[in-house]
């Protein structure tokens, strides 16, 4: 018996037609990624009006600013140390250690700038920040935490936004070109995030390797 095959000519171009418009969108939505420009525009500005003094500290290894009108205070910040919570090895815990303090009375906000450091002499310098993200990400779990990372002027960055009751903190974190881990720790009133985030987002722009 011979078998009849019948071809449907219409119903095959709407496949290829799909096929085609699939492809194209793929396409297009690969082409619509994000640059490392537009991704730290997300975190960072350059609005000079929007920041304080040009800070530059050879043992840090950064030269920043402030955000305008967040005045230097000789006051000192004990080392806050940073662990799980029950940490059971050196490398669970870090001590963060604030060299500069800028607070601005009027909104209640406050700097930190400085070190990160471990008492762990087996863990290699290279995985020092990784092990102190993982900890923060462990630490503030429970909270409202969002984590995101950009790239301004060569340096890696990684900000940790951590909302707690009435209080919000943008702890940014980076190695210097000794493989230090830098700090900047902000911390506002949450009432007062949208007028104040642009100037914080200028003083994250600022931040600069010697």
Not at 10 to 32: D, E
Not at 148 to 160: D, E, L, R, T, V
Not at 186 to 207: A, Q, V, W
């Amino acid at each position: 018996m011979q078998k009849t095959i019948t071809y449907d000519y219409k119903s095959t171009q709407i496949r290829f037609a799909f096929i085609y418009v699939m492809l194209v969108s793929v396409f297009i939505s690969c082409g619509k990624r994000k640059s490392d420009q537009e991704i730290a525009s997300e975190f960072i500005s350059s609005d000079l009006s929007k920041i304080g003094i040009e800070v530059t500290d050879q043992e840090l290894g950064i030269t920043f600013h402030p955000p305008q009108k967040w005045e230097l205070k000789q006051t000192s910040i004990s080392h806050k140390v940073e662990s799980r919570g029950t940490a059971v090895k050196p490398s669970d815990n870090f001590i963060y250690q604030p060299t500069y303090v800028f607070f601005n009375d009027s909104l209640g906000g406050l700097l930190s700038v400085g070190k990160v450091i471990t008492n762990d002499t087996t863990l290699a310098k290279s995985t020092r920040l990784n092990f102190y993200k993982g900890l923060i990400s462990t630490k503030y779990k429970n909270e409202k935490l969002s984590i995101g990372n950009f790239i301004n002027s060569k340096i890696s960055f990684y900000q940790f936004t951590i909302q707690k009751e009435n209080l919000i903190s943008f702890k940014i974190l980076f190695e210097n070109i000794h493989g230090d881990i830098i700090q900047l720790d902000y911390t506002i009133p949450s009432n007062y995030l949208e007028g104040t985030r642009p100037y914080i987002k200028s003083s994250i722009g600022s931040i600069k390797l010697l």
